[in-house]
């Protein structure tokens, strides 16, 4: 944790925790050098369904081209704070009223899921013009990925083989705009596999708008660029990447490409802040209960990792008994639900975790506090802070809400 951070947390009494802690000056740096890596003909869209906190919203709205959302309250969301920031509407399930808000809000770039959507859109009332992608699910081999949305069987997107009938439910539109095509086929790739994907995803997509005479302008390829939650140091390749895309492009002079990243964009710059309550040994095994658990932070239950974290010793004791220590000895770190899943991580060696110090789960940026089910037990929400270059440490929200 950088020193700011750490100044923050110390300055916290028990009740602030457990907390999420932003790191603005972080994320900025990080955004910053994904942009300067890329090539200028690559447009950066933000998933804002990694994270939406109005703060990283804000941040990053100086850095990207645009934000991709995938629901109607997500729209609404970001065109609110950002009113000036294009916007990209993708994701399934888009409704009539999504649809009619997307168009009266002017969305930039709609990604079209299904010849059903399209033809919704057809009905919507308004003048138009509709700038649309639509979304492919190529039949591709992906090997072992983190999450396939595409290359099989999948609710996302359109065989290519359905893509005719769409050409044809355009043509018949004049207010809908083909622009191009859209793939998020898998999430968790890292520079040389996304460049690999990449790479086929535009020899396809030439190929087809060949043979239907289509003026491809551009190909989203979505995100999924990789976060190793096992080591929180391996960042994705952005340089390796920008210097792919650069060597691609030259192949394809007349399109643009964007990319659309959510997890690796603000993964790194949110921790999960929280405190020992206890430590208990069962058959041997160290177990450490800590504040809060997975009903704030789900990622690592939902992905099956070890959620990576620093300890923050607190000396203060003030009980008339010993204080319950695991020492040198690998423990499991759960929370307060009352369920075996509530686990975020598992056991890991530590040197020393005593009850009452603080643990800081790093990595907690992205699908984390809005992917969590906290209602569930009914505990404390945690508070949330962010830390800005201006004002080294920034009041966090005592009342527990998102603000
Ligand atoms: C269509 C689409 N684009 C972009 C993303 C962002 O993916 P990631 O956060 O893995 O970069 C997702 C994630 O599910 C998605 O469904």
């Not at 404390?380 to 080294?392: A, E, I, K, Y």
Request: hydrophobic share 40%; aromatic share 6%; charged share 20%.
């Amino acid at each position: 944790m950088r020193p700011a951070l750490l100044d923050l947390v110390g300055r916290m009494t028990d009740d602030d925790l457990p907390a999420y802690v932003h790191d603005l000056p972080g994320l900025r740096a990080h955004v910053h050098a994904i942009r300067a890596a890329l090539p200028e003909r690559v447009e950066l869209l933000y998933a804002t369904k990694a994270n939406s906190d109005p703060r990283i919203l804000r941040t990053l709205a100086g850095h990207v081209d645009g934000f991709e959302v995938a629901s109607g309250g997500e729209l609404s969301h970001v065109r609110g704070l950002t009113p000036d920031q294009p916007i990209s509407f993708g994701g399934p399930g888009k409704t009539e009223a999504e649809l009619t808000f997307a168009l009266h809000a002017g969305v930039e770039r709609l990604h079209v899921e299904s010849e059903q959507e399209l033809r919704l859109v057809t009905t919507v009332p308004g003048d138009g013009p509709v700038n649309v992608l639509l979304r492919v699910n190529l039949p591709v081999d992906l090997g072992q990925v983190a999450l396939a949305m595409g290359g099989h069987p999948s609710p996302f997107g359109m065989d290519p083989a359905q893509l005719d009938r769409c050409l044809e439910v355009i043509a018949a539109d004049p207010r809908i705009r083909l622009r191009g095509l859209h793939f998020h086929l898998a999430s968790g790739l890292q520079a040389k596999a996304q460049l690999a994907l990449v790479d086929k995803v535009l020899i396809w997509s030439q190929d087809w708008a060949h043979e239907r005479g289509v003026d491809l302008a551009e190909v989203n390829v979505g995100g999924g660029m990789g976060v190793d939650y096992g080591h929180p140091h391996k960042v994705f390749d952005w340089s390796a990447f920008g210097v792919g895309l650069r060597r691609i492009l030259a192949r394809h002079p007349h399109l643009t490409l964007r990319i659309e990243p959510g997890r690796s964009v603000t993964a790194y710059c949110g921790w999960y802040v929280t405190q020992v309550l206890d430590i208990k040994f069962s058959r041997g095994e160290a177990f450490a209960v800590l504040r809060g658990g997975t009903h704030h932070l789900r990622t690592p239950a939902a992905k099956q990792h070890d959620q990576p974290f620093e300890v923050i010793p607190d000396d203060a004791w003030l009980r008339p008994w010993n204080r319950p220590e695991a020492r040198d000895e690998p423990v499991t770190l759960v929370g307060q639900l009352c369920t075996p899943k509530d686990v975020l991580a598992r056991r890991v060696m530590v040197e020393r975790l005593r009850v009452g110090d603080r643990v800081a789960f790093a990595m907690a940026g992205a699908y984390a506090w809005n992917i969590s089910h906290h209602a569930f037990l009914m505990h404390p929400q945690p508070t949330f802070h962010h830390v800005d270059d201006v004002v080294v440490s920034v009041q966090g929200d005592h009342a527990r809400q998102m603000s």
